[in-house]
């Protein structure tokens, strides 16, 4: 989360057509950090994507400069698979995450 402002600049850069690189790099390190959060800033930046286009009229943007964010996005997103499958997988595979809370909500049924 502290490095939202600069994920949001670079979004801008990448959008705009000034810098690239850093985007990706940035995709990467947020999805790390924490995917819950990473998805609540992919929100954000689609609904600032959304409100810079519809009210800033010198926010221009070409299809070629959107095609290019978006492959930086998947690209940061491809890079951070690497550790997130891992992550995912340890996840789903843990036997609580399908277990049936008991009457005693400290306890969990079948766990065997």
Known sequence: MAIFPLYLWSFDNVVMGKKRGLFA?????????????????????????????????????TLKNFINFVIEGLIGLGISCVFLFPIINTVFSNPRANAKISENILTYENLQ
């Open 25 to 61: 790099i940035l995709t990467t390190i947020s999805l790390l950090n924490n995917y819950y959060f990473w998805f609540g800033q992919v929100i954000f930046i689609a609904l600032y994507f959304v409100t810079r286009v519809i009210f800033d009229k010198g926010y221009v943007v």
